[in-house]
């Protein structure tokens, strides 16, 4: 089998020379064209609902604030996954969105959720700062050292 590919494209080398040159030119096309990005997120949508509570044991907030925005939380469309975390005073609901979701989106559909809850806390539920989680570990500082003689 190989030996009668080898004779034939021998025998028409110039249609594989066209073939392999059409080939290279559509990669290069198809690489001129390619958005490249020096950090890709590649990461799902997310948007965090961040309530404080001041001076609360953990059970009291998540019975007073950390259920209540869950539950309101329950039909937004687009939502893969809800988490949430309670520490005293503090209440933080994690919403993970399907994969091609918009966060301008995902935002104004928690946002419009969010006024409709019933949470009895002072400070009224807000969001967490929109940035992708590769944020964290692509915030690095350099800082010179000073040369001693």
């Known amino acids: 089998m190989i030996p009668v590919l ?3 494209a021998l025998h028409y080398r110039w249609i594989v020379l066209i073939g392999t040159a059409a080939l290279a030119a559509l990669g290069l096309w198809s690489f001129s064209q390619m958005k490249i990005d020096a950090y890709p997120d590649i990461s799902a949508q997310m948007v965090q609902v961040i309530t404080t509570y001041p001076g609360r ?3 009291e907030v998540e019975r007073q604030v950390t259920i209540p925005v869950e539950i309101a939380m329950r039909n937004v469309p687009k939502v893969e996954t809800i988490r949430s975390r309670t520490i005293f005073g503090l209440s933080v609901v994690q919403l993970i969105f399907e994969e091609g979701t918009e ?3 995902a935002r104004q559909r928690v946002q419009e959720k ?3 809850c019933n949470c009895r806390t002072a400070p009224p539920p807000t969001w967490g700062r929109w940035r992708p989680p590769t944020a964290k570990c692509c915030a690095t500082s350099w800082s010179p050292t000073a040369a001693t003689t």
Do not use: G
Request: proline share 8%; hydrophobic share 50%; charged share 15%.
């Open 6 to 8: 080898i004779r034939a």
């Open 57 to 59: 044991a953990p059970e």
């Open 103 to 105: 966060s301008y989106w």
């Open 114 to 116: 969010l006024a409709s």
